[in-house]
């Protein structure tokens, strides 16, 4: 009998929350994490609203969160608004904190993998590990189909002078001035003096130009009276925002190794929110019966398939926003977004839109002339899509979670 049940290759989000879960539920199940770096989770933060989760999904992320609030807020140049939704925030240092002694000796740090198939993963100091079950969580894959668009961005956690005066985060403050794409700040307020100001972008471009970002943040920080202390982290990335492609992309039919996170395509197609994706995957793969690499790939890969098919609305709002919208529209249509209902936002945020909910949003969309509908619908196909991609030069190329 092989030495692991379940190896991980990766230990980023999704395959921690599936290790620590396995460790919960299933006790009897021989788990190995296989981690390149020296710490599990990198550098991140992960927020999720509350609809984002079932009640039962978030009472077992609770020891994971820094920080709940009841409200979030948006800012706008025409309006201002708070939304009595639910928010949390997990940093990468709380997941490893709380995951990394559950898992003990389950965990591998520095173990780069350089082969991953379905009988086990071959190191780069060529030690080859065996495992009846493999999952490759090892980030968005470079050969994936789709044509992309970016969400990028910049954060500084830090600490002010003076309290700074925020209560509840802000998810998108859109009244600062528009560079490449449709620019944005998030703020997270941790506590009185503490917090996290992230400038944002969804850019056809994947670049970072990071003392311009940051010396952006520093504006923003001055121009809201936020007097910085000390920065005491930041944090940067580039995330997928799919355009087009086919259910295939992700996970071809007959891969025959599991996949997990980015590399399963699960994370959500227009925000890049992948907590959610991976709290469901971690609640699945701890139901599994058996553990073998064939039939775990066979069955998620269908459901990954279906998942990928199930957010088609979602690629085509992509299309509109990167592909039909010229750049100075952007911030109109999020704008607009806005508007809607509370529980239709919640429902967009957990990608469970109902029919009424795209008619609804489709109209807010076509209050303006059409044309950005054309241009998106236009592009739909997959050899639009492919040559918008090239055209930009983002086909290929691998973003960062």
């Known amino acids: 009998m092989a030495a692991n049940d379940v190896i991980l290759v990766g230990g980023g989000l999704s395959n921690a929350l599936n290790a620590w879960r396995l460790k919960q539920q299933r006790p009897d199940v021989r788990v190995l994490v296989l981690e390149a770096g020296d710490r599990l989770g990198g550098n991140h933060t992960w927020s999720f609203h509350s609809s984002d989760v079932s009640p039962e999904a978030l009472a077992w992320l609770r020891p994971l969160i820094c920080r709940s609030w009841s409200e979030q807020e948006v800012r706008f140049p025409g309006h201002s608004r708070i939304l009595a939704t639910g928010y949390h925030s997990i940093t990468s240092d709380r997941l490893h904190d709380v995951i990394a002694p559950a898992l003990g000796d389950s965990v591998r740090y520095n173990a780069r993998a350089i082969s991953v198939a379905a009988g086990g993963v071959v190191l780069d100091n060529q ?16 050969d994936a189909k789709v044509a ?14 003076a309290p700074h005066g925020l209560d509840r985060p802000i998810i998108m403050d859109a009244r600062v001035e528009q560079f490449d794409g449709y620019r944005f700040v998030y703020c997270l307020p941790f506590s009185p003096t503490e917090m996290l100001i992230e400038d944002t972008y969804y850019s056809d471009k994947r670049d970072l130009d990071l003392p ?20 005491a982290r930041e944090e940067s990335g580039v995330l997928p925002i799919v355009l087009a492609g086919d259910n295939t992309a992700f996970w071809p039919v007959g891969q025959d190794v599991a996949a ?4 399963a395509g699960l994370f959500h197609p227009t925000t890049s929110y992948s907590l959610p994706d991976a709290v469901r995957l971690a609640d699945i793969v701890s ?7 064939a039939t775990v790939a066979a069955n998620l890969g269908g459901m990954a398939r279906d998942h990928w098919d ?23 249509i999020m704008e607009r977004f806005y508007l809607l209902p509370q529980q239709l936002i919640e429902r967009f945020y957990a ?27 236009n592009a739909s196909g997959p050899m639009a899509a492919w040559s918008f991609a090239d055209r930009n030069r983002t086909h290929g190329q691998v973003p960062r979670a």
């Open 127 to 142: 030690e080859r590990i065996t495992g009846r079950c493999v999952f490759d969580g090892r980030g968005f894959p470079r």
């Open 148 to 161: 992309l668009g970016f969400q990028k961005f910049l954060g500084l956690e830090v600490r002010t002078k």
């Open 212 to 231: 311009l970002l940051r010396r952006r943040v520093a504006d923003y920080a001055t121009a809201n009276g936020y007097e910085i202390l000390h920065v």
């Open 260 to 263: 997990s996170g980015l590399r």
């Open 287 to 293: 139901r599994l019966p058996h553990f073998e690499t």
């Open 310 to 332: 199930s957010r088609g609305f979602f690629r085509f709002l992509n299309r509109m926003f990167f592909v039909g919208a010229l750049q100075g529209e952007r911030r109109d």
């Open 351 to 377: 990608g469970r839109l109902t029919n009424g909910d795209k008619a609804h949003i489709m109209w807010i969309m076509l209050k303006k002339p059409p044309l950005s509908i054309l241009r998106a619908a």
